[in-house]
């Protein structure tokens, strides 16, 4: 699978900026992709006030997604603020090339920023099937938590997108690294660059690591689009060789 990472300094709160930027960058993309993966909140950064910027799952944002998703017949991934129902979500979307949209509603909603008081949880993880792959699509402050992305459904690929800034991301890069390992699947981490609104600067490391947690993409620093294949049957054979998963523990989650 042949993927996209866009790590961008995202404009606070500005919509219509932010998404004619990932619009110029996904139409860039000259080489044929299977997949684009954007940060968290890529339509407006790490934001409290969803009240000024909220999206509906049928507005313009997700139209213009639709839209690319089948111009360059590729999938694309990321998260925006949602409001349905009267509620506020970070809503990851994974859009199809059909148009077709499966998502996940963050789970671990990051209480040193007052996320949960702002935001509802979701309360379902997420297995997209495309392609020939499984996919586990995550945000941010779910890194941390490793129960809830245990490889239970045999899935090939672990995604994270983030807004992870400066002063943690040694985190981040053990993080990622930790869930690559465990869960015997390749991860990618999408993470933004620049400063937000609350003067808290990011510096990306947006990466990619294989099953054994070697790195295939370095954490990077820099305002650009990153591009890796990822070879399936490699790491199948891997888990196959090794069975590490195999002794895993059961368990439910309440």
């Given at each position: 699978m042949k993927i996209a990472l866009i790590q961008a300094p995202l404009i606070w709160e500005n919509r219509e900026e932010n998404r004619n930027y990932f619009k110029d960058k996904i139409n860039s993309i000259q080489e044929e992709i299977d997949l684009v993966v954007l940060p968290e909140m890529f339509l407006t950064g790490f934001t409290m006030h969803p009240e000024n910027v909220a999206e509906i799952m049928d507005g313009e944002t997700i139209l213009m997604l639709k839209s690319l998703a089948k111009s360059k017949n590729t999938a694309i991934a990321g998260s925006l603020i949602i409001r349905e129902n009267g509620k506020f979500y970070n809503r990851l979307v994974f859009i199809f090339?059909?148009?077709?949209?499966?998502?996940?509603?963050?789970?671990?909603?990051?209480?040193?920023?007052?996320?949960?008081?702002?935001?509802?949880?979701?309360?379902?993880?997420?297995?997209?099937?495309?392609?020939?792959?499984?996919?586990?699509?995550?945000?941010?402050?779910?890194?941390?938590?490793?129960?809830?992305?245990?490889?239970?459904?045999?899935?090939?690929?672990?995604?994270?997108?983030?807004?992870?800034?400066?002063?943690?991301?040694?985190?981040?890069?053990?993080?990622?690294?930790?869930?690559?390992?465990?869960?015997?699947?390749?991860?990618?981490?999408?993470?933004?660059?620049?400063?937000?609104?609350n003067n808290h600067p990011y510096s990306g490391h947006s990466q990619v690591v294989d099953f054994l947690g070697n790195y295939i993409i370095e954490p990077q620093t820099s305002e650009e689009i990153f591009i890796v294949d990822l070879d399936k049957n490699q790491m199948l054979e891997t888990r196959q060789k090794l069975g590490f998963l195999n002794d895993k523990d059961d368990f439910s989650l309440l």
């Open positions: 090339p059909s148009g077709e949209i499966r998502n996940y509603d963050k789970r671990h909603l990051f209480s040193l920023a007052g996320e949960e008081k702002i935001y509802t949880s979701g309360n379902e993880k997420l297995i997209v099937e495309y392609k020939g792959w499984k996919i586990c699509p995550l945000i941010c402050y779910d890194l941390r938590f490793p129960v809830f992305s245990r490889n239970v459904e045999d899935y090939d690929l672990l995604i994270y997108v983030a807004n992870w800034p400066t002063q943690r991301i040694q985190a981040w890069d053990i993080l990622l690294k930790a869930r690559a390992v465990e869960n015997m699947c390749y991860t990618v981490g999408v993470n933004r660059i620049g400063e937000d609104g």
